[in-house]
């Protein structure tokens, strides 16, 4: 089945600066990468996708990108704000499952 | 409003005790999973349902039952619960699959 490792597993930044969370995943078939941020206490809720045939998306100050030979995607968070602090975890879908990396804890400081 | 809804939201029970928290949606979705969360390894898929009486294993499945009479229902059943299911709780939802999962509010399961 689908593996997906998700770096770093915290992220503490100043209030203004870029924020870079990396994952890669093992199935080539995978071809749906969503991208879910997750408050404390709260649901997990959509922030970005990105399918196989996009190579980046970007929504204000959210991008992705996505590596297919490389089997690797990354979140571009630019301009950071304290209500980014959250819990943000990747995943990886092909046909039926949806595999998610274990998260990254990011924490922004004023 | 369109949502997906999970009940209990909080459940303390005993070793051995069947139990089911359920879950609705009123999307017309196709889609509907269960994950649980548990802390250093992320949401991990238990069941998923691709559409009405169709239903697979995640990741995860021991332990755990599902059914999907209607499409809006997914209910998950443990037969027989033991403490290593303690743990946080999410149904999802999404028009097919390979779209925006919607979750539902979680519920918290404790198995003493």
């Known amino acids: 089945g689908e593996n997906v490792e998700q770096h770093p597993s915290t992220l503490s930044v100043q209030e203004g600066d870029s924020a870079v969370i990396k994952c890669t995943y093992s199935?080539?078939?995978?071809?749906?990468f969503p991208w879910y941020k997750q408050e404390l206490g709260k649901r997990p809720q959509l922030i970005i996708d990105?399918?196989?045939?996009?190579g980046e998306k970007k929504d204000q100050r959210i991008a992705v990108t996505l590596n297919k030979t490389a089997k690797h995607f990354s979140l571009h968070i630019t301009e950071t704000q304290p209500e980014d602090s959250a819990v943000y975890f990747c995943?990886?879908?092909?046909?039926?499952?949806?595999?998610f990396g274990k998260g990254t804890m990011l924490l922004v400081s004023p | 409003e369109a949502q997906v809804t999970q009940n209990p939201r909080y459940l303390i029970t005993v070793t051995g005790k069947k139990l089911t928290v359920t879950c609705s949606q009123n999307?017309?979705?196709?889609?509907m999973s269960w994950y649980r969360q548990d802390p250093g390894l992320g949401l991990r898929q238990i069941y998923y349902?691709?559409?009405?009486?169709?239903?697979d294993k995640g990741d995860v499945p021991e332990g755990y039952k599902v059914s999907r009479k209607e499409k809006r229902n997914f209910p998950l059943i443990l037969e027989s619960p033991s403490p290593n299911q303690t743990s946080l709780y999410f149904c999802?939802?999404?028009?097919?699959?390979?779209?925006?999962?919607?979750f539902g509010p979680g519920t918290r399961l404790t198995v003493l």
């Open positions: 999802a939802s999404s028009p097919t699959m390979g779209t925006e999962q919607f």
């Open positions: 199935d080539s078939a995978s071809n749906y």
């Open positions: 990105i399918r196989s045939n996009v």
């Open positions: 995943a990886a879908t092909g046909y039926s499952t949806l595999t």
């Open positions: 999307m017309n979705h196709e889609y």
């Open positions: 349902s691709m559409n009405v009486e169709v239903t």
